[in-house]
């Protein structure tokens, strides 16, 4: 059943207060699932937020106890992060069957990177109409000396986690260094694994066997770009909300940003505190870049922030090349943006926004709407809720406790 949300806008005014808890980090859960098939024993997990991406990723574990080297196509072609239980598998099974990802449209998002890790392991890879049959000689990865072209996030977490199971060593080199990538190998590590230099742009890691959790839960770090999202709404629309639960260390250039333009933010080791202030505030630019730079995940809800500030700015999106899918939309409600090429739009502000219609076109440009319909005069609804809540937990509840008049509906 198709839902979306219905908000009441608040005109510009300042009326959110209270306090608002963070859940788990989607970006986390969804690597320790596909970590799980590493060990040998149950893997026992704490503050797992209840989103729709962990359901598939849960419902795509379960399938591989019926045919344990296949990811289930209808269900791995929903999110993106299917693809990284394509690398535990192989390591473990010597052999592993998986559809072209889904998720996210936000571009060219190919899958290079895993196939052609692969292959530097041992696999051998073919390709059959957008189904992939990857499978190791001998049963068997060996490591390999792997140097990305680029930075990906998934793709130096799916190599790292094969690589644990591989024979010897293995060299990921220009890898990511998200929070979440050291977090997860920490927890690896206390398990029997042997990765160093996690979190750095070289990571090694020497294969063994099989690793043990021992009963020791891992507990999903708290979710930055949520937490980073409400510190972006109370910005835009709170009087004094307390964001709780967060870790404001792993968000030091956004809110340096905020603060730049004016944000009045407190912080401690585990919340943020927003209390707004009445004046416009003032522009600020954002390149988005791989951490600990400005998050890509940030930048749809940046633009709503940018859009109510004094004065003119632009926004360098440099990961992705169809991220501002969310703009014309904006436009229509009255923000003045200008998308100059695939990677930047020029803001204009402060414009006043009014109600709209709108359909969630992913994950967060869904939330950029949530926020642009807080702000706005009017109600406004937004379409296709299922994008956001394959990111954020029970949204509409956490957000009427700050205030906000939203609620959830079949959409007609
Ligand atoms: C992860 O996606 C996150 N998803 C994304 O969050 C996040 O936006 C992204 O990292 C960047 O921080 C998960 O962790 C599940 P990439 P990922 O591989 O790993 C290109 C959200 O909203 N690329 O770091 O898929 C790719 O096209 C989501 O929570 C290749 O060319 O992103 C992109 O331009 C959205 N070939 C760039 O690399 C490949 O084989 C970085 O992508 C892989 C990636």
């Known amino acids: 059943m198709r839902e979306r949300f219905i908000v009441e806008g608040l005109s ?51 399938a591989l106890k019926d045919d344990p080297t296949v990811l289930r196509k209808d269900i791995a072609e929903k999110f993106r ?28 998002r190919s899958i290079d990177l895993f196939l052609n890790g692969f292959k530097a392991m041992g696999a051998e890879v073919e390709e059959d109409d957008g189904f992939f049959k990857i499978a190791v000689p001998g049963g068997k990865l060996h490591g390999a000396h792997i140097i990305f072209p680029l930075v990906s996030v998934t793709g130096t977490e799916t190599l790292m986690m094969a690589a644990v ?12 260094m998200e929070p979440e990538v050291a977090y997860l190998a920490e927890y690896l590590n206390a398990s029997g694994a042997h990765i160093e230099g996690a979190g750095t742009p070289t990571v090694r890691i020497v294969g063994g066997g099989l690793l043990r959790a021992a009963g020791r839960p891992f507990v999903v770090p708290a979710d930055r770009i949520e937490a980073g999202s409400f510190v972006i709404l109370a910005a835009l629309a709170g009087s004094d909300v307390h964001i709780t639960h967060c870790n404001p260390a792993w968000l030091e250039v956004p809110l ?5 333009a004016g944000v009045h933010i407190e912080t401690t080791p585990t919340s943020i505190r927003v209390r707004s202030s009445s004046a416009p505030y003032k522009m600020v630019s954002v390149r988005t870049h791989e951490y600990p730079g400005f998050p890509t995940d940030l930048q749809a809800p940046m633009a709503v922030f940018m859009s109510q500030c004094q ?24 923000a ?7 990677h930047r739009v020029f803001i204009r502000g402060p414009k006043a926004l009014t109600r709209k219609n709108l359909e969630s076109p992913d994950l967060r440009g869904g939330l950029a709407y949530l926020l642009a319909a807080t702000v706005a005069k009017g109600t406004s609804s ?24 939203i609620r959830r509906e079949e959409s007609k």
């Open 165 to 176: 199971l591989a024979e010897g060593e293995t060299v990921l080199q220009n890898a990511a």
């Open 81 to 108: 992060a299917s693809i990284v239980l394509a690398g535990p598998v192989l390591a473990r099974r010597g052999r592993v069957e998986f559809p072209f990802p889904g998720g996210c449209v936000l571009g060219e």
């Open 336 to 342: 003045d943006m200008a998308v100059m090429n695939p």
């Open 12 to 62: 510009g005014e300042h009326t959110l207060k209270g306090e608002i808890a963070v859940r788990g980090a989607k970006n986390a859960v969804l690597k320790i699932l596909p970590a799980s098939v590493l060990f040998e024993d149950e893997v026992p997990l704490e503050n797992v937020p209840d989103i729709e991406d962990v359901k598939r990723m849960r419902e795509l574990l379960e």
């Open 382 to 405: 937004i379409d296709n809720a299922y994008l956001i809540d394959r990111g954020y937990e029970h949204i509409e509840e956490r957000l009427r406790a700050l205030g906000l008049t």
């Open 311 to 334: 004065g003119e700015g632009s926004i360098l999106e440099t990961i992705f090349d169809g991220r501002f899918r969310y703009v014309d939309d904006l436009v229509v409600m009255g």
């Open 256 to 260: 340096a940003l905020l603060r730049q």
